[in-house]
């Protein structure tokens, strides 16, 4: 028996999940309320057969949905994060990502626990990238223009697009300097316009 989530197969909306969320770890995230019978579904020929016609213009990205395209646009390349937090100066683009960042880093929530070392983690997607990456040593996602592999597809995107292609959508709006990723920008910022340096040299 299929079963259904609003109205459409569990398949169907795991793949309108995986359009919305590019990040393995977010998509892990979002997978913590999704049966883990269904999350293995994600990678089954009925999701890629959705057909992709919806192109980003600045990677390599595409989607099924234009609404999909738009969330893709102003997350990633744009780096809009309307959730913030009131205790530090982090900022989400969805609620449910706030929710995990107060609980974990201002609350200390890590209830996940490793099973080959001391290490907890906040999110079970966390946990699962941890073990494959760090004690299995699993880089599965090999580049197809250099020898780099990686252990997430995330990572490997950013890597085609920052090393291969030279993007850098990120632009300082206080100089010409731009940046392939947001935290770069961020940190640009805070070093160079804001003055920003925490660490003191215990020499001089």
Do not use: W
Not at 54 to 63: A, I, L, R, W, Y
Not at 124 to 134: I, M, T, W, Y
Not at 175 to 203: E, M
């Amino acid at each position: 028996m299929e079963f259904e989530a609003f109205g459409v197969s569990v398949i169907t909306f795991l793949g309108n999940i995986r359009q919305f969320v590019k990040d393995e770890t977010l998509f892990q995230t979002c997978a913590i309320y999704i049966p883990s019978e269904y999350s293995s579904m994600m990678d089954s020929q009925s999701v890629q057969q959705v057909q992709k016609r919806f192109k980003c213009e600045f990677c390599s990205s595409t989607f099924c949905r234009p609404d999909a395209l738009k969330i893709h646009f102003q997350c990633v390349h744009q780096g809009l994060r309307p959730f913030k937090c009131v205790l530090c100066s982090s900022a989400f683009f969805n609620k449910s990502g706030l929710k995990i960042h107060c609980a974990s880093v201002h609350e200390g929530q890590k209830p996940f626990q490793c099973d080959f070392c001391p290490s907890t983690f906040s999110q079970r997607g966390h946990l699962k990238f941890h073990c494959q990456s760090v004690h299995q040593g699993l880089k599965p996602f090999q580049c197809d223009s250099c020898p780099s592999t990686f252990s997430m597809k995330s990572l490997l995107k950013n890597h085609r697009h920052s090393v291969h292609q030279g993007l850098k959508p990120f632009k300082c709006e206080c100089c010409s300097s731009t940046f392939s990723h947001k935290g770069n920008l961020d940190k640009h910022y805070k070093a160079v316009h804001q003055r920003i340096k925490p660490f003191q040299c215990d020499s001089c």
